[in-house]
């Protein structure tokens, strides 16, 4: 099963593409974790992206459709995928359904992680994650023991660049003109479920995992 989350920055889909990855084995592709560590690494895809990705506008399609091929071809996946972030709009939607479809895959479902865009502010601002391990964390939701230290391997808790008010409403900007669209694309195809993010995570990952029949 290809599977895709759809909503806007900060409606947990990361955190619920994680549990699809550690509960039922899914292979996890998140456009933004390979941009980032990509300018993390300082290669030459990651000095290109690095100003927009701190704007808070998309990158070319060119340059994600590129990243969900390699991975999609070197771990030979065929199910049990969940995409994270990509597609973002309608012509990376029409590109991932050529390249499934030169793999005899389709996208089989997508759900739309839907919250009010006014409590993604908090949600986003309050953000920290930890560089080495890759946990997250939330200075109000769920705070580490220790301020700035992640409980999990020690590292230093960082903000994401683009998770500043200023920039927080530019994506939520881009999400709305450029994302939304895909919501009715994907229910024309009879392939939209749609979930309420602004549940507990346990609840959202409840809901994700009935639509997808798991
Ligand atoms: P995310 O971690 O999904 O919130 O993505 C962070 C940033 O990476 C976005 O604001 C974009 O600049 C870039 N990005 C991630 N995925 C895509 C995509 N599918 N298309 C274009 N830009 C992307």
Do not use: W
């Amino acid at each position: 099963m290809i599977t895709v989350l759809l909503g806007p920055p900060g409606s947990g889909k990361g955190t619920q593409a994680k549990v699809l990855k550690e509960e039922k084995h899914f292979l996890h592709l998140s456009t933004g974790d390979m941009l980032r560590a990509a300018i993390q690494q300082g290669s030459p895809l990651g000095l290109k992206v690095k100003d927009i990705m701190a704007r808070g506008e998309l990158v070319s399609d060119d340059i994600v459709l590129a990243l969900i091929k390699e991975k999609l071809e070197t771990s030979g996946a065929k199910t049990n995928v969940v995409l994270d972030g990509f597609p973002r709009n309608l012509a990376q939607a029409k590109s991932l359904d050529d390249l499934l479809r030169s793999s005899s895959m389709i996208v089989d479902k997508v759900v739309s992680i839907e919250i009010d865009p006014r409590e993604l502010i908090e949600r986003l601002t309050g953000r920290r994650t930890c560089p080495t391990c890759g946990a997250g964390f939330h200075v109000k939701f769920q705070p580490p023991k220790k301020d700035g230290i992640c409980d999990s391997c020690g590292g230093s808790l960082v903000q994401r660049k683009d998770d500043t008010e200023t920039v927080i409403v530019d994506r939520l900007k881009v999400f709305e003109q450029q994302t939304s669209p895909l919501r009715e694309y994907y229910q024309n195809k009879g392939l939209l479920a749609v979930v309420d993010g602004s549940q507990k995570p346990v609840a959202v990952t409840k809901e994700i995992f009935k639509a997808f029949g798991i």
